[in-house]
T-cell receptor, first 116, second 113 residues
Framework: ETGVTQSPTHLIKTRGQQVTLRCSSQ?????VSWYQQALGQGPQFIFQ???????GRGNFPPRFSGLQFPNYSSELNVNALELDDSALYLC???????????????FGAGTRLSVL | KQEVTQIPAALSVPEGENLVLNCSFT??????LQWFRQDPGKGLTSLLL?????REQTSGRLNASLDKSSGRSTLYIAASQPGDSATYLC????????????FGTGTRLTVIP
C-alpha cells in the first residue's frame, strides 16, 4: 500500500471526448508525476508537477494537461481523445527536497482508459 | 535520450530456481535505478532502489546490482516461488531534469509450481 490513490479505476470514452483522471498523493508529498503505459510497454513520462507548477514534460502533445492543487492532489486532463490514448495511466508522488525534486516515487494502482 | 532495455522479455522457470533479470541503459549519467514489480492490470510496486553511488541493494530473496559505467543492472531472485510471477520493470532516474523515470518494457516472469 503506497498511500497513492487514483480514480476512477476504469473508464470508457469515445474518440474526440475529454477525460479527467484524478490522483491523491501520499500525505505530505509535494511532487506528482504522471505516466502512460500502453499494453505490453513500460510506462512513459507525461509530465511532473512540483508545488503546483509543471516541472518537466515528456513527449506528449498539449492536449495532455495537468493541475496540482494546494492539498497536493492532482488531475490529468486529456482533450480530443484518440484511439491510441487507450492505456493505463499511473500517477506517482514523491517528496521533493530543497533544490531537487528527485526522490523515490510511490505509484498508484492506475486508471485504465479505453477509447472506442 | 535515455533508452532502457530489458532482457529477456519473458522467462519461465520451475519453482525453487534462482534467476537473473537484466537491464541495460544507454546514458550512464543516472541519479538512481529502481526495480518494480507489476501484476497484471495493476500498478507498480517498488522492490529495490539503488542510488548512483551504490553497487547493490538487497531485500529478502532479491538482490539488485548496478554497474553504472557499463550501463547495466541485474535483479537476482533466489529460490523463486509461484507468487513471484509478475512483470518486472527496471527504471532509471536521470541526473538532470525533472524527477521522471525512464522505464524498460519489462520481463514477464512465470514461476511454475
Amino acid at each position: 500500500e503506497t498511500g497513492v490513490t487514483q480514480s476512477p479505476t476504469h473508464l470508457i470514452k469515445t474518440r474526440g471526448q475529454q477525460v479527467t483522471l484524478r490522483c491523491s498523493s501520499q500525505s505530505g508529498h509535494n511532487t506528482v508525476s504522471w505516466y502512460q503505459q500502453a499494453l505490453g510497454q513500460g510506462p512513459q513520462f507525461i509530465f511532473q508537477y512540483y508545488r503546483e507548477e509543471e516541472n518537466g514534460r515528456g513527449n506528449f502533445p498539449p492536449r495532455f494537461s495537468g493541475l496540482q492543487f494546494p492539498n497536493y492532489s492532482s488531475e490529468l486532463n486529456v482533450n480530443a481523445l484518440e484511439l491510441d490514448d487507450s492505456a493505463l495511466y499511473l500517477c506517482a508522488s514523491s517528496l521533493g527536497q530543497l533544490g531537487t525534486t528527485k526522490n523515490i516515487q510511490y505509484f498508484g494502482a492506475g486508471t485504465r482508459l479505453s477509447v472506442l | 535520450k535515455q533508452e532502457v532495455t530489458q532482457i529477456p522479455a519473458a522467462l519461465s522457470v520451475p519453482e525453487g530456481e534462482n534467476l537473473v533479470l537484466n537491464c541495460s541503459f544507454t546514458d550512464s549519467a543516472i541519479y538512481n535505478l529502481q526495480w518494480f514489480r507489476q501484476d497484471p492490470g495493476k500498478g507498480l510496486t517498488s522492490l529495490l532502489l539503488i542510488q548512483s553511488s551504490q553497487r547493490e541493494q538487497t531485500s529478502g530473496r532479491l538482490n539488485a546490482s548496478l554497474d553504472k559505467s557499463s550501463g547495466r543492472s541485474t535483479l537476482y531472485i533466489a529460490a523463486s516461488q509461484p507468487g513471484d510471477s509478475a512483470t518486472y520493470l527496471c527504471a532509471v532516474g536521470e541526473l538532470t531534469g525533472a524527477n521522471n523515470l525512464f522505464f524498460g518494457t519489462g520481463t514477464r516472469l512465470t514461476v511454475i509450481p
